[in-house]
């Protein structure tokens, strides 16, 4: 059993910065894509950000696109999405997510790639 604990959300006026951070129990962390999605109020979860097991970002999603910042170190078994410039839209309950395969980057921004996921951490914008 792999626990993912998100932590680093709050509440931040717009334009502000946040960094969230994921904290791995697994064991082989530096094999697996991680992910990081968010589910605002009333809407599905999305994809946000991934980053392969050697710490290249792989893809974000056009609305967070060159203001957020996924990397990882895999000594501390941690995985971070750094977002810059923030927005009232992007409130939302924020879950990092380990890939289903090793070294594999399949279809990495939908949820059904994904199997193991944290409880998520809010990022609330104010306008």
């Known amino acids: 059993q792999v626990h993912l604990v998100e932590s680093g959300g709050g509440l931040v006026q717009a334009g502000a910065s946040l960094r969230l951070s994921c904290a791995s129990s697994?064991?082989?962390?530096?094999?697996?894509?991680m992910g990081w999605f968010r589910q605002a109020p009333g809407k599905e979860r999305e994809f946000v950000a991934a980053?392969?097991?050697?710490?290249?970002?792989?893809e974000y999603a056009d609305s967070v696109k060159g203001r957020c910042t996924i990397s990882r170190d895999n000594a501390k078994n941690t995985v971070s999405l750094l977002m810059n410039s923030l927005k009232p839209e992007d409130t939302a309950l924020y879950y990092c997510?380990?890939?289903?395969?090793?070294?594999?980057?399949?279809?990495?921004?939908?949820?059904?790639?994904?199997?193991?996921w944290g409880q998520g951490s809010q990022v609330t914008v104010s306008s």
């Open positions: 980053i392969s097991w050697i710490g290249n970002a792989l």
């Open positions: 997510a380990r890939h289903k395969y090793a070294r594999d980057t399949s279809i990495i921004a939908s949820r059904d790639s994904y199997d193991y």
């Open positions: 697994d064991r082989t962390f530096n094999a697996y894509v």
